[in-house]
């Protein structure tokens, strides 16, 4: 059976997750496993990167199906749109991969964006897919928070308690807060990368890190709730709706031209 790689966009404000429900509640994964069936009927299982919670974006999704046609990929992304529709989820590239490929377990990195919006306006055209706040926050201190939470750490305090990981240890390679001006307001992204990441980490961590820029932390403060080693010691986590898998990576890009 040829297995097929695809890049998937989706706006999750109307999903519970990317995970299929068993309850029968709307997801990521279920939406195209049913245009999938849609093309070849029966039962369809689809793997992704990285299982995003209810209300998370992605816009670099990664996910690997088999099928038993021979397909090809230009022409399977555009069957599988078309069934997708009125769905705000697309396929934005498709390759035939080898057989050993998995978009989760033959990933080595993940891109995780996270966008902030300070202003005290209602967001109107961002609605839903950002965070507000109504307070102006201070992109050096938390900056300067950040730089705590690179490397090898115990991230037991940015871990929720549902979290299924064998372990707490985490490598976070890059963390970069970037101030965008608007016509009204602030606009904060917070890029983070590493291999793997943690359940509701990202959130956690930008929740901690807003009380940083908001002044009611000290970026100190990041290293000992961190050394803590303890949930409770956490900043709120925020809202889902700011949060995007931007990206995954492989030894091989899976979607690179010949």
Not at 17 to 35: H, K, N
Not at 170 to 193: H, N, S
Not at 204 to 220: K, N
Request: hydrophobic residues 40%.
């Amino acid at each position: 059976m040829p297995r097929y790689a695809m890049m998937v966009d989706y706006d999750g404000g109307p999903f519970n997750g990317w995970q299929r429900q068993a309850q029968g509640q709307p997801s990521v994964q279920g939406a195209i496993e049913d245009a999938l069936a849609r093309l070849e009927p029966g039962p369809h299982t689809i793997a992704a990167a990285g299982r995003t919670d209810a209300g998370v974006h992605g816009t670099g999704q990664v996910a690997h199906c088999d099928l038993s046609k021979d397909w090809d990929p230009f022409r399977l992304m555009g069957a599988l749109n078309q069934h997708l529709k009125p769905l705000p989820v697309a396929i934005t590239l498709c390759a035939l991969v080898p057989d050993d490929f998995h978009a989760r377990f033959s990933a080595v990195e993940r891109r995780y964006l996270f966008r902030l919006i300070a202003r005290r306006a209602p967001l109107t055209h961002d609605r839903g897919l950002a965070w507000q706040v109504g307070h102006p926050l201070n992109a050096e201190a938390m900056r300067q928070g950040a730089a705590h939470l690179i490397g090898l750490h115990d991230f037991t305090t940015f871990r929720s308690t549902m979290c299924q990981a064998k372990s707490p240890v985490k490598t976070i390679d890059e963390i970069t807060i970037e101030d965008v001006a608007l016509p009204a307001g602030t606009e904060y992204r917070f890029r983070l990368r590493a291999r793997s990441f943690l359940h509701n980490q990202v959130r956690s961590i930008v929740g901690t890190l807003e009380r940083v820029g908001a002044g009611a932390w000290h970026p100190d403060r990041v290293k000992d709730v961190l050394d803590a080693a303890d949930r409770a010691a956490c900043g709120p986590v925020c809202p889902p709706q700011g949060l995007y898998l931007t990206g995954v990576g492989y030894p091989t890009d899976p979607f690179a031209k010949e």
